[in-house]
């Protein structure tokens, strides 16, 4: 299962998820609001706190950015 840290109120956040829902994948979304058990989450498998951030536990892909994460998506699973 996809996974997408991310905040509602982010235009990159907004990007990805917004082609996740073009290629109708199923993914669970993560708030990553200030002091939330997600974003602290985040910072130990990202080493920040800066989102857009995928992790995809299928593949063992994990990743910042979200051009690199859609051309990722596109990639695999377009
Ligand atoms: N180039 C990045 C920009 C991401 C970005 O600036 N995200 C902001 C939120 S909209 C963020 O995480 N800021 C906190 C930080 O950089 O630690 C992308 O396209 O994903």
């Known amino acids: 299962m996809l996974e997408l ?4 109120s982010c235009p990159y956040s907004r990007k990805v998820r917004a082609r996740l829902s073009e290629l109708g994948l199923s993914w669970i979304a993560h708030s990553a609001e200030q002091g939330t058990k997600s974003t602290e989450v985040l910072q130990k498998i990202s080493g920040d706190q800066k ?4 992790v ?12 690199d994460i859609i051309e990722y ?5 377009a």
């Open 51 to 54: 989102i857009p951030f995928l």
């Open 56 to 67: 995809d536990a299928e593949r063992g892909v994990m990743m910042h950015e979200s051009d």
């Open 5 to 8: 840290y991310q905040k509602e």
């Open 73 to 77: 998506l596109n990639e695999h699973y």
